[in-house]
């Protein structure tokens, strides 16, 4: 009977899925790239949605239903923002690569100035704020409105933050620029 439960959910949230994929279709002309941007920005939703239902300790049904509607307003988000760009592959990959950096560099930076035995909680939120930075970062860089993105400036410094994980436990982070 569990099986079966399972089963027609998920058959009823993939019909759900390709009606939705129709209906928007119908109205758009989105570019690969500006599908990749809308899947990027949900599984940002999916993130925050997990760190949300660890956070207040959700039960298994609530824990789905709460990462699968802040996996929608993720989608729903990324619709709106791909409304009137055109990214190409190329651009959305940058985009995907920027949102797991984001992530990864969230939960790493917190992990160099956190005590040892902290649980897992804070890392989530960590990494789920760095995703959303890292996306909303190469969107507005790549998507022509920055100004940045439109003046070509070569010459401009570049920062970094460069982990250090030396031996014996020594941890930190420094400050590298190239002129």
Avoid: C, K
């Avoid at 959910?9 to 809308?38: C, F, H, P, Q, S």
């Avoid at 039960?59 to 009137?84: E, K, Y």
């Avoid at 949102?99 to 789920?128: I, K, N």
């Amino acid at each position: 009977g569990q099986a079966r439960r399972i089963g027609a959910t998920a058959l009823l949230g993939t019909t759900a899925g390709l009606a939705g994929g129709y209906w928007l279709e119908r109205d758009r002309d989105n570019t690969w790239g500006d599908a990749e941007v809308m899947r990027a920005s949900g599984l940002v939703g999916v993130l925050a949605g997990i760190a949300a239902a660890d956070g207040f300790n959700a039960r298994d049904r609530q824990t789905a239903a709460t990462i699968m509607v802040a996996g929608l307003a993720g989608t729903v988000i990324g619709d709106r923002l791909v409304a009137r760009t055109d990214f190409s592959v190329g651009q959305s990959v940058l985009v995907d690569l920027s949102t797991a950096a984001g992530g990864l560099a969230g939960a790493g930076l917190l992990y160099l100035v956190s005590p040892r035995d902290w649980s897992e909680r804070p890392f989530l939120v960590a990494a789920t704020l760095g995703a959303a930075g890292g996306l909303t970062a190469s969107y507005l860089m790549l998507d022509g409105r920055s100004p940045r993105a439109t003046a070509g400036d070569s010459d401009a410094p570049h920062y970094s933050l460069i982990p250090m994980l030396g031996s014996g436990g020594v941890r930190g982070v420094t400050l590298g620029a190239g002129f």
